[in-house]
């Protein structure tokens, strides 16, 4: 079926690093992708999202960008913090429900 | 308060036993949905309820699973003859309106089926 997934389960950076987090994807139908922060016995925190006719979106220290060729999205994430140490999972969405990649988890090393 | 609220923050039970998660969603929000999560896993869709229409219970994994929505706020996921396999995160998240822009989760009953 239609899914939501992510290349690499983990990714240690370095203090002061930028963070490339991917994700592939399969439904051509999804209108919007989304990213979200996971913190340790806390629920999916929204970070950013992006339209399906949209290449690219910049918040404060993120950038998400789509490839709608290749079905891909990413999340950058500029000079990484300790703060930013979390699960991070993709989702789309073309209705209500979500649907959610299996996540990467990212350690931020000082 | 000013997030979505679960209760409780865990649960362990014995395989077999009935289980009942309650979710408060955020006061004014119309959609609310359920949300499990296994161990290094995505989360995966059970059942939204909005507003005074019809929940789409699509995405519950067999009929020991049921759910409600009181008055249109509080909500509560049953989990009938708990199976190991039951055990999992299981995230609530409500909204201004269907559709996932302000998604707001809560952080989740941590269910134990021993």
């Known amino acids: 079926g239609e899914s939501v997934g992510l290349h690499l389960p983990t990714l240690s950076v370095q203090e002061g690093d930028n963070s490339i987090i991917n994700c592939a994807y399969s439904?051509?139908?999804?209108?919007?992708f989304i990213w979200y922060k996971q913190e340790s016995g806390k629920g999916p925190q929204f970070i950013i999202d992006?339209?399906?006719?949209?290449d690219k979106r910049q918040g404060q220290r993120v950038t998400v960008l789509l490839n709608k060729t290749v079905k891909h999205l990413s999340l950058q994430i500029a000079a990484t913090q300790p703060g930013d140490s979390a699960v991070y999972f993709c989702?789309?969405?073309?209705?209500?429900?979500?649907?959610f990649g299996e996540g990467t988890q990212l350690t931020v090393n000082p | 308060g000013a997030g979505v609220s679960q209760s409780p923050s865990n649960k362990v039970t014995e395989k077999g036993k009935d289980v009942e998660l309650r979710c408060d969603p955020i006061s004014g929000h119309t959609a609310l949905y359920w949300y499990r999560q296994s161990l290094g896993q995505g989360l995966e869709f059970l059942i939204y309820?909005?507003?005074?229409?019809?929940?789409?219970k699509s995405g519950l994994p067999s009929d020991r699973f049921s759910a409600e929505r009181t008055g249109g706020s509080v909500s509560t996921l049953t989990i009938q003859r708990t199976q190991q396999e039951d055990s999992a995160v299981y995230l609530c998240a409500s909204s201004v309106s269907l559709g996932y822009y302000g998604y707001t989760f809560g952080s989740g009953t941590r269910l134990t089926v021993v």
């Open positions: 989702a789309e969405t073309s209705g209500s429900r979500l649907t």
């Open positions: 309820f909005q507003g005074n229409s019809a929940p789409d």
């Open positions: 439904n051509s139908a999804s209108d919007y």
């Open positions: 992006i339209r399906s006719n949209m």
